[in-house]
């Protein structure tokens, strides 16, 4: 079955940079692309961005200049790393695949505090 | 960028009612390729969003026909007939036709 797993650091400190993996199984990266979505303790959702299936990316033009999505197809695992973190940065990060049917699987999502 | 605007921001619905939730977008999510990009997800507390309905009307697999999808161009909505205690929390649309792919604000779904 299809499943993704957040993993990382619960506490960066601000100006930090931030690393984030999500590991896959049931699926194939060469495949099937995987997002990734913040959402604020209490607030909504915010998509940031996307590695497709060929490796290419998109971000969020917010975030653009702040954030790297790659990955490791042998590995089944996608990265995130999202440098000069911010109190405003502090969120539960999830990951998911993105397919035909949109955002069809999700990770548990990891809540990120960033404090000193 | 698209701003979806949801409409209305909480929703007090009595068990067995119908409830209905209005996205509208900022533009028009016909995509060149002319497929609709607009997605609902609902978030229950503590829990990762899950997918209802994907590409306006088509609903993900294993959920039940009370939830509906529908609408064009800008504006659509989601119906719930029937609501039960499982159906509360937040929902949100999607856009997938402009980048960046952005949500609505959510619509918070509880019981009268």
């Known amino acids: 079955q299809v499943q993704l797993k957040e993993s990382g650091p619960g506490l960066v400190q601000p100006s930090q940079t931030l690393s984030l993996t999500c590991t896959v199984s049931?699926?194939?990266?060469?495949?099937?692309?995987v997002i990734w979505v913040r959402q604020p303790p209490g607030k909504g959702l915010e998509w940031m961005g996307v590695?497709?299936?060929?490796?290419?990316?998109n971000y969020n033009s917010a975030l653009k200049s702040r954030l790297s999505i790659s990955r490791d197809t042998s590995k089944s695992q996608v990265y995130l790393k999202m440098n000069s973190l911010q109190t405003e940065d502090t969120a539960t990060y999830y990951c998911?695949?993105?397919?035909?049917?949109?955002?069809?699987?999700w990770g548990q999502g990891t809540l990120v505090t960033v404090s000193s | 960028d698209v701003v979806l605007t949801q409409t209305p921001v909480s929703l007090l619905i009595s068990l067995g009612g119908q409830a209905s939730i209005s996205c509208r977008s900022s533009?028009?999510?016909?995509?060149?390729?002319?497929?609709?990009?607009l997605h609902w997800y609902l978030q229950k507390p503590g829990q990762s969003p899950q997918l209802l309905i994907y590409?306006?009307?088509n609903r993900f697999s294993g959920i039940p026909d009370r939830f509906s999808g529908s609408g064009s161009g800008t504006d659509f909505t989601l119906k719930i007939s029937r609501v039960e205690p499982e159906d509360l929390g937040v929902y949100y649309c999607?856009?997938?036709?402009?980048?960046?792919?952005?949500f609505g604000g959510g619509t918070k779904l509880e019981l009268k």
């Open positions: 049931g699926f194939s990266l060469s495949s099937y692309g």
């Open positions: 590695i497709w299936g060929n490796g290419n990316t």
């Open positions: 533009q028009s999510l016909v995509h060149s390729n002319g497929n609709t990009y």
């Open positions: 998911a695949r993105n397919g035909y049917e949109a955002f069809a699987y």
């Open positions: 590409q306006v009307s």
């Open positions: 999607l856009q997938r036709t402009h980048n960046p792919w952005t």
